[in-house]
C-alpha cells in the first residue's frame, strides 16, 4: 500500500509515539510529528528517525480552528498518542485539558476531514478490575479508574461513543487500551518507564533489583501480575488499525497473558546473563490505594477485528529490548 499524503502523529517524540514515526519511516509512510518541539531535541533516543515536518503540541489546535485547518495538506490519517501519561498526576484540570480536550479537538477535526482516527486510551480505565478486563463498550460506565489519568482516558471513551451515537465520528476510528507496554525509546519517561528499564539500570548500578513487595492477602510478594506487552507489537497493532482501517471501536491492546513483575525481572537478568538477585520493598502508603495487582486483557474482540498475529513473549522482548539498551550504551 503507498501512501503519499502524510500521518498525523501527535505525541511522536514520545516512547510510543517515536517507535511508530520510526516504523512509518521503514514503511515508507509521511508524517507530521506534533510534539513539544524542545522533545525532539533534547531526546538522544529519537537519534535516527526522521520525523519530516514538525508542530510544536500547542500550535497544532489553533492551525485546525483556523479556515477549516488550511494550513495542514491533505491527511492519510490522525494517529493520536500525545497525553500525560503519568499516573500519578493529580491535577485534574491540567489532564482535562491534556488528555480530553485536546483529543476531543482531534475527533472533531477528524471527523469534519473525513479522516481514519485511530487513538491510545489506557488499561487504567479499568480500575482495580473489579469489571474485569473486557471491551465491552457498553459496560463502560461500569468502570471505576483508580486515579485521575484513567479517569481522563474513560471520559474521552465515553465522549466518543457519544459522539458515534449521535452521528459525529471519523469514518473509521480505533481507541486502544494499552495495557503495561515496554520496550526501547522509554528512558525520558524516568519514573512512569517500565521495570525493565529500572531493573536494567539498577543491576548495571548494584548487581540487585527493587521490586515492591506485595500487601494483599495471598499474593506473595513479586507475584502481582500485568499483561506486559513489546512496543513492536503495539506499532504493528496501530498500523493494521490505520492501514485496514478498523472500523470502529474501543479495543484492548496487550498480549492476553498475565506475567509477574518476578518473571519480568527475572528476564532482565537472563537477557544480561546474571542470576537474579532482588530485594522486596514496601509500596509507598501513597500509591498502596491506587496499586493494580492483576491486569490481563480480553484480546477477543481485535482478534474478531481481524487481528492473527501472535505477540512477542515476555522473554524474547525482554531480551531485545535488553540488546539494544547494551548496544546504545
Keep these: 500500500m503507498t501512501v503519499s499524503q502524510p500521518l498525523l502523529v501527535t505525541g511522536a517524540a514520545g516512547f510510543i509515539g517515536a517507535r511508530f514515526v520510526a516504523s512509518c519511516n521503514a514503511h515508507g509512510v509521511p508524517v507530521i510529528a506534533v ?12 537519534s535516527g528517525i526522521a520525523f519530516q515536518r514538525v508542530i510544536d503540541r500547542d500550535a497544532l489546535l489553533p492551525m485546525l480552528g483556523a479556515n477549516g485547518g488550511a494550513a495542514l495538506p491533505e491527511l492519510a490519517g490522525i494517529v493520536h498518542l500525545g497525553a500525560c501519561t503519568d499516573t500519578t498526576q493529580l491535577d485534574v484540570e491540567y489532564l482535562r485539558r ?3 480536550e485536546y483529543s476531543q479537538a482531534l475527533w ?4 469534519a476531514r473525513r479522516l481514519p482516527f485511530v487513538y491510545a486510551s489506557s488499561a487504567a480505565t479499568y480500575g482495580a478490575g473489579e469489571h474485569g478486563y473486557v471491551d465491552d463498550e457498553s459496560k463502560f460506565d461500569r468502570l471505576v479508574p483508580l486515579n485521575p489519568y484513567g479517569d481522563s482516558k474513560l471520559i474521552f471513551d465515553r465522549w466518543a461513543l457519544e459522539q458515534e451515537r449521535d452521528g459525529r465520528s471519523p469514518p473509521a476510528w480505533s481507541g486502544f487500551k494499552f495495557f503495561n507496554v515496554y520496550g526501547y525509546g522509554e528512558r525520558h519517561k524516568r519514573r512512569m518507564a517500565s521495570v525493565v528499564l529500572h531493573a536494567y539500570d539498577q543491576i548495571r548500578a548494584s548487581g540487585r533489583v527493587k521490586l515492591f513487595k506485595s500487601h494483599k492477602p495471598g499474593i506473595a510478594d513479586g507475584h502481582q501480575q500485568r499483561d506486559f506487552i513489546h512496543v513492536g507489537d503495539v506499532v504493528d497493532v496501530l498500523h493494521h488499525a490505520w492501514r485496514t482501517p478498523l472500523r470502529r471501536g474501543v479495543f484492548n491492546l496487550g498480549t492476553g497473558r498475565a506475567r509477574t513483575f518476578l518473571d519480568l525481572v527475572n528476564a532482565t537478568f537472563a537477557a544480561l546473563r546474571l542470576e537474579p538477585a532482588i530485594d522486596f520493598i514496601d509500596t509507598p502508603v501513597e500509591l498502596r490505594e491506587r496499586y493494580q495487582y492483576f491486569t490481563q486483557a480480553d484480546m477477543t474482540k481485535l482478534r474478531k477485528a481481524g487481528w492473527s498475529k501472535p505477540f512477542t513473549s515476555l522473554e524474547d522482548g525482554v531480551r531485545a529490548y535488553v540488546e539494544q539498551l547494551v548496544a546504545k550504551q
Design 35 to 46: 510534539d513539544a518541539t524542545r522533545h525532539f531535541k533534547e531526546r538522544a533516543e529519537l
Design 98 to 100: 491534556v488528555n480530553v
Design 108 to 111: 472533531t477535526f477528524a471527523s
